[in-house]
Protein backbone atom coordinates (compact mmCIF):
# COMPACT_ATOMS: atom_id res chain seq x y z
CA UNK A 1 0.00 0.00 0.00
CA UNK A 2 1.00 3.79 -0.29
CA UNK A 3 3.61 4.85 2.35
CA UNK A 4 2.26 7.89 4.39
CA UNK A 5 5.58 9.98 6.41
CA UNK A 6 4.63 12.68 9.07
CA UNK A 7 7.81 14.97 10.28
CA UNK A 8 8.30 15.70 12.75
CA UNK A 9 7.64 13.10 15.30
CA UNK A 10 6.83 15.09 18.36
CA UNK A 11 7.09 18.91 18.91
CA UNK A 12 6.94 21.16 21.66
CA UNK A 13 5.76 24.88 21.56
CA UNK A 14 5.75 27.41 23.75
CA UNK A 15 1.98 28.89 23.55
CA UNK A 16 1.91 31.76 20.76
CA UNK A 17 4.72 30.15 18.76
CA UNK A 18 3.77 29.10 15.28
CA UNK A 19 4.54 25.59 13.53
CA UNK A 20 4.81 23.44 10.26
CA UNK A 21 3.64 19.87 10.14
CA UNK A 22 4.39 17.42 6.75
CA UNK A 23 3.23 14.76 5.83
CA UNK A 24 4.73 12.77 2.40
CA UNK A 25 3.07 10.26 0.51
CA UNK A 26 4.51 7.57 -2.22
CA UNK A 27 1.89 7.54 -4.51
CA UNK A 28 -0.86 9.71 -6.42
CA UNK A 29 -3.81 10.78 -4.15
CA UNK A 30 -7.68 11.41 -4.66
CA UNK A 31 -8.41 12.12 -1.12
CA UNK A 32 -6.05 13.37 1.79
CA UNK A 33 -7.25 14.52 5.48
CA UNK A 34 -6.02 16.10 8.13
CA UNK A 35 -7.13 14.95 11.64
CA UNK A 36 -6.34 16.34 15.61
CA UNK A 37 -6.55 13.19 18.34
CA UNK A 38 -6.80 14.79 21.68
CA UNK A 39 -5.27 13.67 24.68
CA UNK A 40 -8.56 11.94 25.31
CA UNK A 41 -8.31 9.86 21.93
CA UNK A 42 -11.02 11.67 20.11
CA UNK A 43 -10.03 12.22 16.11
CA UNK A 44 -11.26 15.20 14.97
CA UNK A 45 -10.87 16.18 11.35
CA UNK A 46 -9.49 19.17 10.21
CA UNK A 47 -8.89 19.69 5.99
CA UNK A 48 -10.29 17.34 3.33
CA UNK A 49 -7.49 19.23 0.98
CA UNK A 50 -6.21 16.30 -2.10
CA UNK A 51 -5.05 19.93 -3.32
CA UNK A 52 -4.76 23.20 -2.95
CA UNK A 53 -4.96 25.45 -0.04
CA UNK A 54 -7.58 25.85 2.71
CA UNK A 55 -7.70 28.25 5.94
CA UNK A 56 -9.65 27.54 9.12
CA UNK A 57 -9.09 29.75 11.95
CA UNK A 58 -5.47 30.13 13.22
CA UNK A 59 -5.59 26.61 11.14
CA UNK A 60 -4.44 26.40 7.25
CA UNK A 61 -3.25 23.58 4.89
CA UNK A 62 -1.55 22.92 1.76
CA UNK A 63 -1.14 20.25 -0.24
CA UNK A 64 0.74 19.85 -3.57
CA UNK A 65 -0.25 16.54 -5.22
CA UNK A 66 2.33 16.89 -8.05
CA UNK A 67 4.91 16.56 -5.30
CA UNK A 68 3.23 14.06 -3.17
CA UNK A 69 2.61 16.16 0.26
CA UNK A 70 0.90 18.10 2.44
CA UNK A 71 1.58 20.85 5.23
CA UNK A 72 0.14 21.76 8.45
CA UNK A 73 0.43 25.04 10.04
CA UNK A 74 -0.65 26.24 13.06
CA UNK A 75 -0.25 29.58 14.16
CA UNK A 76 -0.70 31.17 17.66
CA UNK A 77 -0.15 28.08 18.98
CA UNK A 78 -2.61 27.18 22.10
CA UNK A 79 -2.45 24.71 24.80
CA UNK A 80 -5.47 23.17 23.13
CA UNK A 81 -3.80 22.59 19.97
CA UNK A 82 -2.19 20.26 22.06
CA UNK A 83 -2.54 15.66 20.74
CA UNK A 84 -1.48 14.21 18.15
CA UNK A 85 -2.17 15.32 14.24
CA UNK A 86 -2.12 12.33 11.70
CA UNK A 87 -2.51 13.26 7.68
CA UNK A 88 -4.39 9.90 5.70
CA UNK A 89 -4.86 9.45 2.45
CA UNK A 90 -6.19 7.37 -0.22
CA UNK A 91 -4.24 6.61 -3.38
CA UNK A 92 -5.53 7.09 -6.55
CA UNK A 93 -4.89 3.30 -7.47
CA UNK A 94 -6.30 2.05 -4.07
CA UNK A 95 -9.91 2.10 -2.27
CA UNK A 96 -8.66 2.23 1.60
CA UNK A 97 -7.27 5.11 3.85
CA UNK A 98 -3.89 5.14 5.34
CA UNK A 99 -2.76 7.09 8.07
CA UNK A 100 0.31 8.36 8.70
CA UNK A 101 2.84 7.92 11.33
CA UNK A 102 1.43 11.20 13.25
CA UNK A 103 3.25 14.12 14.92
CA UNK A 104 3.15 14.78 18.17
CA UNK A 105 2.41 18.27 19.70
CA UNK A 106 2.73 19.91 23.07
CA UNK A 107 1.86 23.03 23.54
CA UNK A 108 3.35 24.59 27.20
CA UNK A 109 1.80 27.73 28.66
CA UNK B 1 -26.72 16.56 14.39
CA UNK B 2 -25.55 13.65 16.35
CA UNK B 3 -21.86 12.23 15.73
CA UNK B 4 -20.78 8.47 15.60
CA UNK B 5 -22.00 6.69 18.80
CA UNK B 6 -19.81 3.61 19.62
CA UNK B 7 -20.19 1.26 22.85
CA UNK B 8 -18.71 0.24 24.60
CA UNK B 9 -16.40 2.77 25.52
CA UNK B 10 -14.00 0.49 27.65
CA UNK B 11 -13.67 -3.76 27.38
CA UNK B 12 -11.30 -5.96 29.44
CA UNK B 13 -10.95 -9.48 28.70
CA UNK B 14 -9.14 -12.33 29.25
CA UNK B 15 -7.60 -14.30 26.19
CA UNK B 16 -9.63 -16.77 24.12
CA UNK B 17 -12.73 -15.02 25.12
CA UNK B 18 -14.99 -13.35 22.83
CA UNK B 19 -15.82 -9.40 22.41
CA UNK B 20 -18.31 -7.31 20.33
CA UNK B 21 -18.56 -3.99 19.17
CA UNK B 22 -21.15 -1.31 18.33
CA UNK B 23 -21.15 1.84 16.20
CA UNK B 24 -24.57 3.73 15.34
CA UNK B 25 -22.73 6.33 12.26
CA UNK B 26 -24.16 9.59 11.37
CA UNK B 27 -27.62 9.28 10.18
CA UNK B 28 -27.29 9.21 6.39
CA UNK B 29 -23.66 8.50 6.05
CA UNK B 30 -23.51 5.77 3.37
CA UNK B 31 -20.27 4.50 4.24
CA UNK B 32 -18.92 2.99 7.46
CA UNK B 33 -15.29 1.97 8.34
CA UNK B 34 -13.39 0.41 11.90
CA UNK B 35 -10.47 1.19 12.32
CA UNK B 36 -7.63 -0.54 15.01
CA UNK B 37 -5.45 2.01 16.75
CA UNK B 38 -2.72 0.18 18.53
CA UNK B 39 -0.86 2.76 21.35
CA UNK B 40 1.62 4.56 19.84
CA UNK B 41 0.64 4.43 16.09
CA UNK B 42 -1.83 5.81 13.80
CA UNK B 43 -5.50 4.09 12.92
CA UNK B 44 -5.28 1.13 10.72
CA UNK B 45 -8.47 0.34 8.65
CA UNK B 46 -9.95 -3.08 9.45
CA UNK B 47 -13.04 -2.80 7.13
CA UNK B 48 -15.17 -0.44 4.82
CA UNK B 49 -18.59 -1.04 4.45
CA UNK B 50 -20.94 0.80 1.15
CA UNK B 51 -24.37 0.63 2.57
CA UNK B 52 -24.53 -2.91 3.95
CA UNK B 53 -21.81 -4.39 1.60
CA UNK B 54 -18.19 -5.02 2.16
CA UNK B 55 -15.95 -3.16 -0.28
CA UNK B 56 -12.45 -3.50 1.29
CA UNK B 57 -11.81 -5.87 4.13
CA UNK B 58 -8.05 -6.83 2.97
CA UNK B 59 -6.45 -5.96 6.50
CA UNK B 60 -9.42 -7.71 8.83
CA UNK B 61 -7.82 -10.73 10.28
CA UNK B 62 -10.46 -13.20 8.89
CA UNK B 63 -9.42 -16.06 11.20
CA UNK B 64 -10.63 -14.23 14.19
CA UNK B 65 -12.55 -11.02 13.12
CA UNK B 66 -16.44 -10.66 11.70
CA UNK B 67 -18.13 -7.60 11.25
CA UNK B 68 -21.57 -6.72 9.55
CA UNK B 69 -23.81 -4.05 9.14
CA UNK B 70 -27.42 -5.20 8.50
CA UNK B 71 -29.56 -2.74 7.14
CA UNK B 72 -26.56 -0.21 5.89
CA UNK B 73 -27.25 1.47 9.42
CA UNK B 74 -25.56 0.22 12.66
CA UNK B 75 -22.27 -1.97 12.43
CA UNK B 76 -20.51 -4.60 14.45
CA UNK B 77 -17.48 -5.76 14.93
CA UNK B 78 -16.60 -8.98 16.77
CA UNK B 79 -13.38 -10.84 17.97
CA UNK B 80 -12.92 -14.37 18.86
CA UNK B 81 -11.03 -15.24 20.01
CA UNK B 82 -9.30 -12.68 21.35
CA UNK B 83 -5.40 -12.41 21.28
CA UNK B 84 -3.04 -10.18 23.59
CA UNK B 85 -1.95 -8.58 20.65
CA UNK B 86 -5.38 -7.15 20.09
CA UNK B 87 -5.39 -5.12 22.60
CA UNK B 88 -6.03 -1.55 21.13
CA UNK B 89 -8.91 1.13 20.58
CA UNK B 90 -11.24 0.27 18.61
CA UNK B 91 -12.31 3.41 16.39
CA UNK B 92 -15.57 3.93 13.95
CA UNK B 93 -15.96 6.54 11.65
CA UNK B 94 -18.53 7.06 8.88
CA UNK B 95 -18.88 9.71 5.93
CA UNK B 96 -21.45 10.84 3.37
CA UNK B 97 -20.01 9.37 0.69
CA UNK B 98 -17.17 6.48 -0.88
CA UNK B 99 -13.74 7.95 -0.54
CA UNK B 100 -14.11 12.03 -1.34
CA UNK B 101 -16.09 12.73 1.37
CA UNK B 102 -14.50 13.02 5.08
CA UNK B 103 -14.61 11.28 7.51
CA UNK B 104 -16.32 11.40 11.25
CA UNK B 105 -15.09 9.70 14.16
CA UNK B 106 -16.58 8.38 16.90
CA UNK B 107 -14.75 7.92 20.50
CA UNK B 108 -13.74 4.57 20.24
CA UNK B 109 -13.49 1.14 21.97
CA UNK B 110 -10.19 0.89 24.21
CA UNK B 111 -10.10 -3.31 24.73
CA UNK B 112 -7.75 -4.72 26.72
CA UNK B 113 -6.80 -8.19 26.19
CA UNK B 114 -5.11 -10.26 29.82
Known amino acids: GIQVEQSPPDLILQEGANSTLRCNFS?????LQWFHQNPWGQLINLFY???GTKQNGRLSATTVATERYSLLYISSSQTTDSGVYFC???????????FGTGTSLTVIP | EAGVAQSPRYKIIEKRQSVAFWCNPI?????LYWYQQILGQGPKLLIQ????????DSQLPKDRFSAERLKGVDSTLKIQPAKLEDSAVYLC????????????FGPGTRLTVL
Open chain 1, 88 to 98: AVISNTGNQFY
Open chain 1, 27 to 31: DSVNN
Open chain 2, 49 to 56: FQNNGVVD
Open chain 2, 93 to 104: ASSLGFQSDTQY
Open chain 1, 49 to 51: IPS
Open chain 2, 27 to 31: SGHAT
